[in-house]
């Protein structure tokens, strides 16, 4: 078995990120620029979105943090999206979710402009990822594409059945795994809340992905000997054994499972430190285009 490291490889690809600007900068070319906005004072997403300006400063990138407050009207969100969508200056854009009922995500998702969109949610970039055209991937499922890439894991062919069908990991991650490229090439079963029997399901899967939000939901006598099993949750529950009380939990019970996997993630330390490198690297491509 073989624990999938997210932590190193992230690492390894936040380092070829701060090369690629040093690069960018020594040819007088423009230093990638991220502009966040974070409506409210959520304290998860106050702390994601800190996490990715942090992350942006160490690769050397230009980030702007713009926070308004949660009674912010939809009109005056939409008209700073414009602006930003507008600056020159700014190359990414991202509005972290989710925002307060009184605004619609979907209708401030579209209007941003799909050429700063480096989270890879607007309709036009979903489509271009569906077809294969090369784009900005939603970060969750593009860290999972490039650990599974780095690890040499061969995925043509296999079956690969993705649990949970959100727009931002589920949904897209079934299409990735079975568009015709490397990795990719699966035969997917796309599975959530509605399935029946997916324990039946599960226990063929060659890859198993699992993306429901519930903790060790996933344990040993569901799925098949040497699968390989990435975990997308996150929960965070209360322990006795940490200092600050709280420790983080995945969908899959990690223990049970570990010895009758081929690769597996762990959490923390698998798939989440791959998202925010994902990101960096979308922004990266808004300044130096998909070729490279
Ligand atoms: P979501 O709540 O939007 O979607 C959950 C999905 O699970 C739904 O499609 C639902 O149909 C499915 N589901 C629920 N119960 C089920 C069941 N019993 N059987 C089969 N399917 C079932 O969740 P999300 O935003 O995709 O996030 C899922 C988990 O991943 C959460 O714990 C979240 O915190 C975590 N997450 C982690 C990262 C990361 O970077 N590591 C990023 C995004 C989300």
Redesign the pocket.
Known sequence: MTILDGKKISKEIQLEIAKAVNKLNSKGKKTPHLAAILVGNNGASQTYVNAKVTACKNVGFKSTLIQFDNNISEKDLLIKVDEINRDKEIDGLIVQLPLPDHINSIRITEAISPLKDVDGFHPINIGKMALNIPTFLPA?PA?ILELIKRYNISTSGKHCVV????H???MPMSILMSRNSNPGNCTVTL?????VN?KNITKKADILIV????AE?ITSDMIKEGACIID????RVRSKYTKSGWKLLG?VSFDDIKNKSSYITPVPGG??PM?ISMLLLNTLKSVTGFDS
């Open positions: 969750t860290g649990i949970g069908r959100s931002i990991v589920g599975t959530h809340s509605r399935t997916l993306a429901l939000g519930k939901f997308v949750g996150i929960t969908d798939v989440g998202t």
